[in-house]
């Protein structure tokens, strides 16, 4: 596929300087509409050694106003971002919506280097270009528009640039010993690099492959493809907005008995006061210890609260937190999000904040807000929360794919114990301020909610994250369910 | 002063249960008045060994709603926190306005944890605490509320409570052999402990002393003085946000001629054409050696450009970049902050965005905004841009002390080049987009920003980081000045 970049594509200086003003006009110009949009444009310049990749970064800094551009590159990675997932450190370098991403080095560079170098097998090379294709897809499906450059120079053309940039004073540092072993194993690199771009080369993200040989052919090149492409994006934006047909709604089934994951749970499940203070005791203290080896060991864990209103997450978090170490801990509360985190995909603002090795995180609500309140209130179009099971899955296989302990609950509570507690909070100083009129409101699509929660459990119980359904009109029983349950599994994930 | 910590102070059960409830109600309903407010509320809890700190930090939590409620721990520095000045872990972990932060461990810890070992010197300790209450007045002066706990044991009650929790298998892991070595070491700490605290305790941030050795008086008496403190706060929000009538705007000499640091420039200097592109070519050279050089040993530089409208800021950037490896340079370009950076101090969104180590980072424009455009526009009160002086030295003293080599720009035009230029900008396409009609009517400031930009360059040219005023008439001679000068700075910072 590499060949059609060997054809000898030159331009002359004069051509160059006769169309370089007007394409940078073009460009000023396309970024300033671009502004007003409402997605982001990602620009990954890849290729060979010596093809000119950061010769390109820097003629686009140039022809851009870098007011509205951020260039991206990945080195050898911190300890903050060893102790994550691989894929935070992509996330937390994405443009907002509106602004320019320019990446050199990308989620491409360490498949592909370590595939060269036999650190991964062929297996493990699939499984890299899966990822990002997932992660490509989640995005563009978000509305971001991801344009992928393949620098290409044939094995002569290499040669020749190196031994062109060695004779240069000022450029001989550029060429390294690196460079040199990676001339000799170009042919190597060639079949993966082909192998890479054909299964990552999808329609909404494809490959194009550049022939660098001549700079001002290739810059010109890039210069243009970039303006075509955004061009033809903002005058279709429409299209890529409208609701997908070919996804329908997920409904329960209207024939039958009403079965579901919830309507079989047992409600009336409780637990004495006596035999509730016991357990609860005992799980706090089994889980302080876990916690702090957990600690020691940068072992983290992440315990994930969803529930109906008044189902008890607050007092549950009261529960756990006092067999931690204050240090080791942090809860976050969802709440609305800040015009930063709106100006990206909505699974950001979670990356964002992935803790560091070693603590335990507790969400007050989560990224199910998608398919909770945002699929019933319609806050999400039908095609954004349809698309979103799949996401979470993949964001939460990532997580728990780097050793997280992944703990997610659902506290249930009947319709009427929600009322009952409604109407106590309503008598209690301290949890009036709990109790709004939206509480009521929310209320009132019970039943839209049950359909969406037994969808959601239904669809993101995964062998990596499986849900707990925890009955929780008795609150102790559910508190030392829950409590059990995470200490079990963090007793489990040490003991590996 | 530790001894009014030494009295013996308790809580009986019964009197507990019978406050605890009303406190916490109240707890609740002032973090609800505090999410309108417009100023952040930062808990500190320090003390020594075994007195609870974490106890402290667990039941605040579970007092308050955790939405508004962040805890943050600092442990040992992770790689991307050595890279930059301490104090970033810091700035990194600020609540915003609205909210409360909680900190279990804080900036006094490892100044004080260094005397008690020996790590450091009086003097050394000395200029730690000077530059708390720096960091401290900061935010103070923004309108943060700041509460600091100190909770006491004395030397008896550290040892019983030790001895206590090793006796508890429950606790015995919380005693560590580092604890058993802060017992020994109980005089030097106090000792150590005590001057800190008489150091820091100012009118605006004071110590408050608990004694710790019962723990339903610790924690009730922590949780009503922040019921105090922050109803107090929000009731006299006003007066603190009043200008304070001592500060006096500074203005130019009104007799005699008018001399100033922008007058004397000899605004003539100009480069002929074939000078130009040699020294171009050469200082082009030497700094991508230099900064790939600096890029191997961590040192980082920022590149801070100031102007006019038209000076020649963005031309200058783009006479930069073509020397440096696209890995190791990005492009700051301020435009107006999110609302996340509009809910914290001014200086937040440049901490945020301080390079990690080996990289050189461009500023188009920068925090010298709050002495430019928000003075003379009147976006900051005067008292706000008048106490910026001192917090932008006191912040650039951190970054270079930090081994950061900080070049600060003033490309100087005169009033009828900057018409010139503007008139030219109308006549060339792919210019045209930079002109507006602000640009007018910022002219039309010219002489207010005149003032403003002396008092500027007069009160933050510090010796660690003096401005450069470039002579930017002639833009070859302007580009050509800034790129020797950073290029010699920066071989003085490397040959160090």
Do not use: C
Not at 57 to 74: C, E, G, H, K, S
Not at 300 to 311: F, N, Q
Request: no cysteine; glycine share 6%.
């Amino acid at each position: 596929m590499f060949e059609v970049a060997e054809l000898g594509h030159k331009i002359k200086k004069s051509d160059y300087e006769a169309r370089e003003p007007e394409l940078r006009t073009n460009l000023l110009l396309l970024q300033e509409a671009l502004k007003e949009a409402k997605f982001p444009v990602l620009v990954l310049v890849s290729g060979v050694d010596g093809a000119g990749k950061g010769d390109v970064i820097n003629q686009l800094n140039a022809w851009f106003d870098p007011r509205w551009l951020r260039a991206y590159a990945f080195g050898v990675m911190s300890d903050e971002e060893r102790e994550r997932p691989e894929y935070w450190r992509f996330w937390r370098a994405l443009p907002p919506a509106g602004q320019i991403g320019l990446y050199v080095g990308s989620w491409y560079s360490r498949p592909i280097a370590d595939r060269v170098n036999k650190v991964i097998s062929d297996a493990e090379l699939e499984r890299n270009l899966t990822r990002i294709n997932a992660f490509e897809e989640t995005l563009v499906d978000d509305g971001a528009l991801i344009i992928k450059f393949w620098l290409h120079l044939s094995k002569d053309a290499q040669k020749q640039r190196m031994t062109a940039m060695e004779k240069n004073p000022a450029t001989r540092w550029r060429v390294t010993a690196l460079d040199k072993k990676h001339l000799k194993q170009y042919d190597k690199f060639r079949r993966v690099a082909e192998h890479t771009l054909r299964n990552t080369s999808t329609g909404d993200a494809p490959w194009i492959i550049v022939e660098a040989t001549d700079t001002r052919y290739r810059n010109l090149t890039v210069g243009q493809h970039i303006l075509e492409r955004v061009s033809a994006r903002l005058q279709n934006q429409p299209e890529a907005q409208a609701p997908q047909p070919h996804l329908k709604p997920i409904v329960a089934p209207e024939v039958g008995d009403k079965v579901s994951v919830l309507g079989n749970l047992d409600m009336s499940r409780h637990l004495p006061k006596d035999k509730y203070k016991r357990q609860l005791a005992k799980y706090q203290g089994e889980l302080g210890e876990l916690a702090r080896q957990a600690r020691e060991r940068k072992v983290s864990s992440i315990v994930m609260l969803e529930g109906w209103d008044a189902a008890g997450k607050g007092g549950l978090i009261r529960r756990i937190i006092p067999a931690m170490d204050a240090r080791s801990y942090q809860i976050i509360s969802v709440a609305a999000p800040s015009d930063e985190e709106r100006a990206h995909h909505y699974l950001w603002r979670f990356w964002r904040h992935i803790p560091r090795g070693g603590n335990v995180t507790i969400y007050d609500r989560s990224w199910y807000g998608r398919l909770l309140v945002e699929r019933v209130e319609g806050y999400a179009r039908q095609e954004e929360w349809m698309r979103a099971y799949a996401e979470i899955n993949h964001f939460e296989e990532l997580l728990t794919e780097h050793g997280i302990v992944l703990l997610k609950f659902w506290l249930h509570i009947t319709k009427d114990e929600q009322l009952r507690r409604f109407q106590e909070r309503e008598q209690t100083p301290f949890k009036q301020y709990k109790i709004t009129e939206d509480d009521y409101r929310n209320r009132e699509k019970w039943d839209a909610y049950e359909i969406a929660v037994n969808d959601m459990v239904e669809r993101t119980s995964t062998e990596y994250a499986p849900w707990h359904l925890i009955e929780a009109n008795d609150k102790n029983y559910a508190r030392v369910k829950a409590l059990r349950i995470f200490s079990e599994k963090l007793g489990l994930a040490l003991d590996r």
